[in-house]
């Protein structure tokens, strides 16, 4: 059993592709914990997508043992965080398991928004943070500068701070040594009755719900009786171990120690991140504070382009969901697409990730529908119904006031990009709170926006307009009132509810002609005239027409040229793909998406 004073537990914190997936690697390598020759890259990364996209979305934690150069051997429990804001809960906790952190900046790109937030993070959880200067190997690399912009900017001494390469290794050792030296050791009561934090909980299909945790107080071993403090839920511990990074079972996790759980429970949202795991008989009343539910922000319609496939896509969602208590769904109806589901999510990245997956591991076609956000419509009658889908939008005769979830938005930039900054979130309806010089290089702009207009392309305009300088970093704010309506799109002068949404009264006209334009374009021609239209409640604000086809796309080949015809045939094919017959009007999947992208 390892003294608590030879235990260290840490993160490794950074913005986005600043390194810290290639510098756990490292740590992983320099350790031994794993052989160069089976060194895969970014071996914490599990998931395919993660790997793929280079994103880390669950968290892991990884035992390694290290012997420092005072020749003591200490046990580091590394715990990588998700770098991504729609993940910032699982952040949040992952700190809470931890007593230090090591503050990954790219020497290159220096402190952005998620740097930014995920020290604030840090330190309210009252961590030690080792600042580290990544990516020294690159010849674009500035150590000093980035140095001087964590001090400036983030008030984190940077004198010391280690200078690292998570390419060639260099300052891995470094790394190491600072963390035995200045991270504290973990302090707990081992008599006292069982405290575990639960920062993460996957399932396994074999072994039930694996729960990841952090031993407050108190021990675990195999056959004791547990109780998850905020479900209420018991269960009985099967095996406990610490991952390395495979999973290596254990006699017991001690006090101070961080390993994983197996409980043999098939539901996870019964083993919620967040929650505080105790005795079942003569455990403690009071859990660890900080829990709180992942809500969902995001919802879009996920419809099959073959109607039967919405049984396989129903236990698809199933399957997914047992391992991602923050997605939650319910049957939907559409006239124009049929039966569906409705899906929430935590963000964009969160719906992407989840539909990509359905794509691919269970061989689906779905046709999204533009994301839109949770509107509170408060009726004349007092009621309040939440709303995540615009075709639930009541009869506004009917309603008194919407509401819609606004956000805290904190966008880093360099000075000359702050005019670009203002009239795009000017024009998106955000309010501008304050501005702050973190160094001469970087400003901070804080401001509040609703939601509904972040999820419209925000991010991508936002890059676009700065050159890619800009970083943004975003938190729920509140529900705060909003003149809404509902903007519904008629083809053929029918009102196809899929394509219906909320939009902000001045806002409407503006993007009804966008819109209709867009349309257009992407609806091909088909046998007779489309005319398109968007009205609110039965007033036409927007028209355009898809001509009807001429002739047959074949008759522009002269000739036996038969290789551009099979050309031809194809390209109409994989055009087909995506496409949904609504009425006898076949729209494909860009129409849904043309929503979000619409710019005055
Ligand atoms: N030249 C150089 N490139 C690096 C170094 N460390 C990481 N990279 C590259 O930078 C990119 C991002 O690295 P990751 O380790 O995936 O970044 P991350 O911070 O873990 O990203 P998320 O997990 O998505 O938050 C990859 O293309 C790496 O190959 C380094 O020290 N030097």
């Given at each position: ?25 490292r740590?992983?390598e ?19 997508i993660?790997?793929?996209?280079g ?38 906790r ?17 402190v ?6 995920n ?28 140095k ?118 098939k ?32 919802f ?37 697409l049929?039966?569906?589901f ?114 419209m ?12 300088y ?35 009264k ?12 867009k349309?257009?374009?992407?609806i ?6 489309v ?70």
């Open positions: 059993m390892t003294d608590l004073s030879h235990i260290r537990n840490f993160s490794i914190i950074a913005h986005i592709d600043h390194g810290k997936s290639t510098l756990s690697d740590i992983l320099l350790t031994g914990t794993v052989a160069k020759r089976d060194m895969q890259e970014q071996l914490l990364d599990s998931m395919d993660e790997r793929e996209r994103i880390t979305i669950k968290s892991q934690a990884v035992r390694v043992m290290y012997t420092a150069d005072d020749g003591q051997e200490y046990q580091l429990n590394l715990i990588d965080t998700p770098g991504h804001v729609d993940f910032t809960y699982e952040v949040s992952s700190l809470a398991a931890c007593d230090g952190a090591v503050l990954v900046v790219d020497a290159t790109q220096g952005e928004a998620q740097t930014v937030a020290a604030m993070l840090a330190m309210n959880a009252d961590l030690e943070i080792i600042p580290l200067i990544n990516k020294i190997d690159l010849p674009a690399a500035e150590p000093e500068r980035v001087q912009e964590i001090e400036d900017g983030l008030a984190i001494p940077a004198d010391d701070a280690v200078l690292a390469s998570g390419k060639t290794g260099e300052g891995v050792h470094d790394l190491l040594e600072a963390v035995v030296y200045n991270i504290p050791a973990p302090v707990g009561d081992a008599e006292a009755p069982l405290r575990a934090l639960i920062f993460d909980s996957y399932f396994d299909a074999y072994r039930g719900v694996v729960a990841l945790i952090r031993v407050v107080d108190g021990a675990l071993a195999k056959g004791d009786r547990i109780r998850m403090m905020a479900t209420g839920t018991e269960a009985l511990v099967e095996e406990v171990g610490a991952r390395r990074p495979a999973e290596c079972a254990l006699p017991s996790l001690n006090t101070g120690e961080v390993g994983y759980l197996v409980t043999g429970l539901d996870v949202s019964l083993v919620k991140v967040g929650d505080t795991i105790t005795s079942a008989t003569g455990g403690v009343d009071e859990p660890l504070p900080g829990y709180r539910e992942a809500k969902p922000m995001v879009t319609g996920l419809f099959p382009i073959e109607g039967d496939q919405y049984e396989p896509l129903k236990e698809a969602l199933e399957k997914l969901s047992l391992n991602d208590p923050a997605l939650v769904w319910e049957p939907e109806t559409s006239h124009a049929g039966f569906g409705r899906v929430g999510f935590l963000g964009l990245l969160h719906m992407e990730v989840v539909k990509e997956r359905l794509e691919r591991e269970f061989g689906l076609d779905l046709l999204a529908t533009a994301p839109s956000v949770e509107y509170h419509v408060y009726l004349k009658g007092g009621d309040m119904v939440s709303l995540h889908s615009p075709q639930e939008m009541p009869d506004p005769g009917s309603i008194e006031r919407v509401e819609e979830p606004y956000l805290k938005a904190k966008v880093l930039i360099p000075p000359d990009y702050v005019g670009a900054v203002m009239d795009l979130t000017v024009a998106r309806r955000g309010t501008f709170v304050t501005m702050n010089y973190l160094s001469p290089t970087t400003v901070e702009m804080l401001w509040e926006i609703p939601l509904s207009e972040l999820i392309d925000f991010f991508d305009k936002l890059k676009s307009n700065t050159k890619g800009a970083s943004l970093d975003y938190e729920f704010l509140g529900y705060k009132p909003s003149s809404l309506v509902k903007l519904d799109i008629l083809l053929s002068g029918k009102p196809i509810d899929a394509l219906s949404f909320i939009v902000h001045d806002k409407a006209y503006d993007r009804g002609r966008v819109l209709c334009d349309l257009k374009e992407i091909p021609r088909q046998m007779f005239e005319p398109i239209q968007a009205a609110i409640g039965g007033r036409v604000l927007a028209r355009q027409t898809v001509k009807a086809k001429r002739k047959d796309v074949l008759a522009k080949c002269y000739g036996g040229d038969i290789t551009r015809k099979r050309k031809l045939l194809e390209k109409q094919k994989a055009g087909k793909k995506r496409m949904k017959a609504i009425g006898n009007v076949e729209v494909p999947q860009e129409a849904f998406m043309a929503i979000l992208k619409v710019d005055e």
